[in-house]
C-alpha cells in the first residue's frame, strides 16, 4: 500500500520478504541505538541476515503471523510484525511491535503500520491484539489509545534505560 505525506514524502508499506534480510538488520541495529523505548539497547539480541530470513520464511507459512516494512525511495525505513501462538488457547491474538528510524519519526509511518496490522487482523478473523509500550513513550501511548488500545496492565520498573531509572511498562489490547 502506498502512502504520502502532506510534506511530499512517499512511502510503500508491503509483506517483508528474503531480500530485505540483510538490510533489516542493518535498520534494526540502526534503530536500537536511536531510542531507549525498545527492550535492546544497540547490538544486544542482534539478528543477522540468515536470522532475517528464517524468521521472515516462518511468518510467511505461519498462519497467525505478519511481518511489514516501510519503504522510501526503496530502503527499508521501518518494520513491524504480528506474531501469533501456536497454542490453541492462545491462537485467537496476536502481539504487534512496531520499530521506525528516528529521521522517519512523525511521518506517520509507525501509525500505517499499525493500521495495515489491524486490517490484516480482522482479515484473519483474530479476536485480540497486544502490546507493549514504555509508559513515558507518550507519542506511542496516544497512537495506541486513538486506534482503540486500552491499558490491562503495568509492569512496574520493569526497564532500565540509559538515564539509570527503571520505568513501567504498559500492557495494551484491542479487541477486534
Same mark, same amino acid.
Given at each position: 500500500?502506498?502512502?504520502?505525506?502532506?510534506?511530499?514524502?512517499?512511502?510503500?508499506?508491503?509483506?517483508?520478504?528474503?531480500?530485505?534480510?540483510?538490510?533489516?538488520?542493518?535498520?534494526?541495529?540502526? /534503530?536500537?541505538?536511536?531510542?531507549?523505548? $525498545?527492550?535492546?539497547?544497540?547490538?544486544?539480541?542482534?539478528?543477522?541476515?540468515?536470522?532475517?530470513?528464517?524468521?521472515?520464511?516462518?511468518?510467511?507459512?505461519?498462519?497467525?503471523?505478519?511481518? $511489514?516494512?516501510?519503504?522510501?525511495?526503496?530502503? /527499508?525505513?521501518?518494520?513491524?510484525?504480528?506474531?501469533?501462538?501456536?497454542?490453541?488457547?492462545?491462537?485467537?491474538?496476536?502481539?504487534?511491535?512496531?520499530?521506525?528510524?528516528?529521521?522517519?519519526?512523525?511521518?506517520?509511518?509507525?501509525?500505517?503500520?499499525?493500521?495495515?496490522?489491524?486490517?490484516?487482523?480482522?482479515?484473519?478473523?483474530?479476536?485480540?491484539?497486544?502490546?507493549?509500550?514504555?509508559?513515558?513513550?507518550?507519542?506511542?501511548?496516544?497512537?495506541?489509545?486513538?486506534?482503540?488500545?486500552?491499558?490491562?496492565?503495568? $509492569?512496574?520498573?520493569?526497564?532500565?534505560?540509559?538515564?539509570?531509572?527503571?520505568?513501567?511498562? $504498559?500492557?495494551?489490547?484491542?479487541?477486534?
Amino acid at each position: 500500500m502506498k502512502y504520502n505525506k502532506k510534506d511530499g514524502l512517499s512511502y510503500e508499506i508491503r509483506p517483508a520478504n528474503e531480500q530485505d534480510a540483510l538490510e533489516l538488520s542493518h535498520v534494526r541495529w540502526q /534503530i536500537d541505538g536511536e531510542t531507549d523505548y $525498545l527492550d535492546r539497547e544497540q547490538g544486544e539480541d542482534y539478528l543477522d541476515e540468515a536470522g532475517f530470513k528464517e524468521r521472515i520464511r516462518q511468518d510467511k507459512v505461519t498462519i497467525n503471523h505478519l511481518f $511489514l516494512v516501510a519503504e522510501v525511495d526503496g530502503q /527499508i525505513v521501518g518494520f513491524s510484525r504480528c506474531e501469533g501462538s501456536h497454542l490453541k488457547r492462545l491462537s485467537h491474538r496476536v502481539t504487534f511491535g512496531v520499530c521506525v528510524l528516528k529521521s522517519y519519526w512523525g511521518y506517520e509511518i509507525g501509525k500505517n503500520l499499525l493500521g495495515e496490522s489491524i486490517r490484516w487482523a480482522k482479515s484473519q478473523q483474530l479476536k485480540k491484539m497486544t502490546l507493549q509500550v514504555l509508559e513515558k513513550n507518550e507519542k506511542a501511548l496516544k497512537l495506541y489509545e486513538n486506534k482503540g488500545f486500552v491499558v490491562e496492565g503495568v $509492569l512496574k520498573d520493569d526497564k532500565l534505560l540509559s538515564d539509570g531509572h527503571y520505568y513501567n511498562t $504498559l500492557l495494551m489490547s484491542k479487541f477486534l
